[in-house]
């Protein structure tokens, strides 16, 4: 019979059957490959009774402005129902620069709020009690010294650190694959990242020191196997210099955590974030053998598809993100955030991220989706889709493996040039229209009523300017030279950073001063330019 | 005839720091596709090094890619800093996460046309294509 496609594929590529049968899933057996939930290899997932024991928790990725803009957005989510907080820094503090320094010039507080001081920090948190909500934080090439701001913020309070809870994404390996925002080369990077893996063992039990993320590498154009590849491949580069390093695996391993990206293809990302568990699970027991079961277990956060979301019509990114959230829950993620429809434009405006986190909310409470655990388990077509995606990222694996590990396949441009590859590849397919993106290459409008869209003034770059100016004015420069000092020589001697950050940011260092010393001992990158 | 046979000088960049480049480098890729000489200048490029580059090149074109929101500040930089250089006739285009009312008040200042999200790379090939040889 006539069929509407000579072929059908996944959003990765892979070739899509007309039914799946007990014959695709011939040598399968559900013992090996599925396990009960809460059980090795936890491709059901990592609890026995997931979101029966408890809901995902639902957080928005949020910052713009000044902190006081942003805590008063933290304060409306948190109001409307939402659990955990997220902050979004803005460019210049992503990349460990100062508000007042010249290349911050037009950035600051555009895509995120701007952190420069510890003064900064303590606004973005006031009245937040953080011994109650759990924090995650967007931060990676300055992760160390926004973490050790946040802990300076908490002592201050008299909150123990062993009562903090949170992430800090801190996952540098995706920086120069994906997301671009690195401040010294990978080997030091590496360094300082183990050595919040190291504090965090010891002084913040709770937290967790890594977000290893495949968001990023999957908005940057890769396929779903590329991401699930490439994020687990860096996770066990991330346990290898841990241990390296001589922590024992069970001391940090349960702290680890994941991020994906939640996409279009509805069943070909259940399949991953259930093959990401799998894999996980067979390759940390395989390589370390740990006696804790929570060392092998993958908890992820997962994020809607950003680069999903279209500038037109932009109403429809609303049915989008919550065909996405579903993928999300479906897949078993332990929280949650959902795009707002507006983030093609702008960042979002108040009603949008409420419609975005009334989304998850609806998914939760009306749908009964959360009822029974992995309810798509043992499905022909999941199944076979899960089979097909750990193979295709052992694959993967090997081929890394082969370039000596992730650090060399990203200075000889590998991962970056398969993601580029495979962006081309699907932008081919938009402009061939082999793919359809409603409204934009099909039922488009030629008229389109504008939506209301959140703007950043100006004001806000000359108060962070302004305030820095005083900070450095009013601080003990003698005091915050010699802190700056102690943490270079303590970073040039391979002493753990932590404490010597910690010092440092009580004595009104600023970021982008801290930044700059540690440059000077670790060294700065320029990557490989792929095209 | 001679003319004709010169391909156009393209610099392509990311200005400002963010290193979204999944677009520019798409865009690059099917400019250099196209025939066109492509001058891809990596991330984090300052205004200031933009225009050097794209003087001491002599491009016809410079197309900047911005996804941070510093759209305003970085473009009108870009234009001041072509203009002091007397390199105004240098065409500059660019796209990203940019509004409509900041890009209609972009365009009137004088880039010549901002490309949003979703917009076809070949009508981006086409435009660029029917640019003139600068000087």
């Known amino acids: 019979m006539q069929e509407r496609k000579p072929r059908f594929t996944s959003l990765?590529?892979?070739?899509?059957?007309?039914?799946?049968?007990?014959?695709?899933?011939?040598d399968w057996s559900p013992d090996e490959e599925l396990g009960a939930p809460g059980q090795f290899p936890y491709t059901r997932g990592v609890y026995p009774t997931m979101y029966r024991g408890r809901l995902?928790?639902?957080?928005?990725?949020?910052g713009f402005g000044s902190s006081e803009d942003t805590n008063r957005r933290f304060k409306y989510l948190l109001q409307h129902g939402q659990n955990g907080l997220s902050v979004a820094f803005d460019m210049p503090t992503l990349m460990g620069i100062d508000a007042d320094a010249s290349p911050a010039h037009g950035e600051i507080g555009h895509?995120?709020?701007?952190?420069s001081s510890l003064d900064d920090m303590e606004r973005l948190f006031e009245d937040i009690p953080l011994d109650q909500v759990t924090t995650s934080m967007t931060i990676n090439g300055p992760a160390a010294v926004i973490f050790a701001m946040y802990l300076a913020v908490a002592e201050k309070r008299g909150i123990r650190l062993e009562r903090l809870d949170g992430t800090l994404q801190n996952d540098i390996l995706k920086e120069y694959i994906a997301q671009k925002e690195w401040l010294y080369?990978?080997?030091?990077?590496?360094?300082?990242?183990t050595d919040t893996i190291a504090y965090c063992s010891?002084?913040?039990?709770?937290?967790?020191?890594?977000?290893?993320?495949?968001?990023?590498?999957?908005?940057?154009?890769s396929t779903a196997v590329q991401e699930l590849a490439f994020t687990l491949y860096d996770g066990l580069t991330y346990v290898e210099a841990a241990v390296k390093a001589g922590l024992p695996v069970d001391r940090f391993a349960p702290q680890l955590s994941f991020f994906f990206n939640a996409h279009n293809d509805l069943f070909e990302e259940i399949a991953k974030f259930r093959a990401a568990r799998r894999l996980w699970a067979r390759e940390m027991t395989r390589r370390y053998r740990p006696g804790d079961p929570r060392?092998?277990?993958?908890?992820?956060h997962a994020q809607t598809a950003g680069c999903s979301l279209t500038a037109q019509q932009p109403m429809n990114n609303v049915v989008r993100t919550a065909i996405q959230a579903l993928a999300a829950v479906l897949g078993g993620a332990q929280s949650l955030h959902t795009n707002s429809m507006d983030e093609t434009?702008?960042?979002?405006?108040e009603d949008a991220v409420k419609l975005a986190l009334r989304t998850q909310q609806i998914i939760a409470q009306e749908s009964e989706v959360a009822n029974s655990v992995d309810p798509l388990g043992g499905s022909y077509y999941v199944e076979t889709l899960t089979n097909r995606l750990e193979e295709a990222a052992l694959d993967y694996f090997r081929r890394l493996d082969d370039m000596g590990g992730m650090v060399q396949a990203i200075e000889r441009g590998f991962p970056q040039r398969e993601i580029l590859d495979a962006s081309q590849r699907y932008q081919r397919e938009l402009e061939r229209k082999e793919r359809i993106i409603v409204g934009v290459n099909e039922y488009v409008e030629s008229a389109e009523r504008p939506i209301p869209i959140l703007k950043i003034g100006q004001e806000v770059e000359r108060e962070q300017v302004a305030r820095l100016s005083d900070l450095r004015k009013c601080r003990d420069s003698f005091k915050m030279a010699g802190a700056v000092e102690a943490l270079q020589e303590a970073t040039a001697c391979g002493e753990n950073v932590m404490p010597y950050l910690i010092d440092a940011v009580k004595a009104k260092a600023t970021l982008g001063e801290i930044c700059t010393a540690l440059k000077e001992v670790l060294g700065t990158y320029r990557e490989p330019v792929v095209l | 005839m001679a003319i004709a046979s010169v391909p156009l000088r393209i610099l392509i960049g990311?200005?400002?720091?963010?290193?979204h480049d999944r677009g520019v480098k798409l865009i690059a890729r099917a400019l250099r596709d196209a025939g066109l000489e492509v001058i891809y200048t990596g991330l984090h490029q300052t205004p200031e090094q933009v225009v050097n580059t794209a003087i001491q090149e002599d491009v016809d074109a410079i197309g900047l890619s911005i996804l941070s929101g510093a759209h305003n500040t970085l473009f009108r930089r870009v234009l001041e800093l072509l203009k002091e250089q007397e390199a105004g006739d240098i065409v500059l285009f660019g796209g990203g996460i940019i509004p409509d009312e900041d890009a209609t008040a972009l365009t009137a200042d004088g880039v010549k046309v901002l490309f949003g999200p979703g917009r076809p790379i070949q009508e981006i090939v086409t435009f660029v294509k029917g640019l003139k040889p600068h000087g």
């Open chain 1, 202 to 221: 010891e002084h913040v039990p709770k937290w967790h020191p890594v977000s290893i993320s495949g968001y990023h590498i999957r908005e940057a154009g």
């Open chain 1, 56 to 62: 995902w928790t639902m957080r928005q990725f949020a």
């Open chain 2, 14 to 19: 990311k200005v400002g720091l963010d290193g």
């Open chain 1, 295 to 300: 060392s092998a277990q993958l908890r992820c």
């Open chain 1, 185 to 193: 080369p990978p080997e030091p990077s590496l360094r300082l990242m």
């Open chain 1, 12 to 26: 990765s590529g892979f070739d899509t059957n007309r039914v799946y049968t007990h014959s695709d899933l011939k």
């Open chain 1, 111 to 115: 895509c995120g709020v701007s952190i």
């Open chain 1, 345 to 349: 434009l702008a960042l979002p405006t």
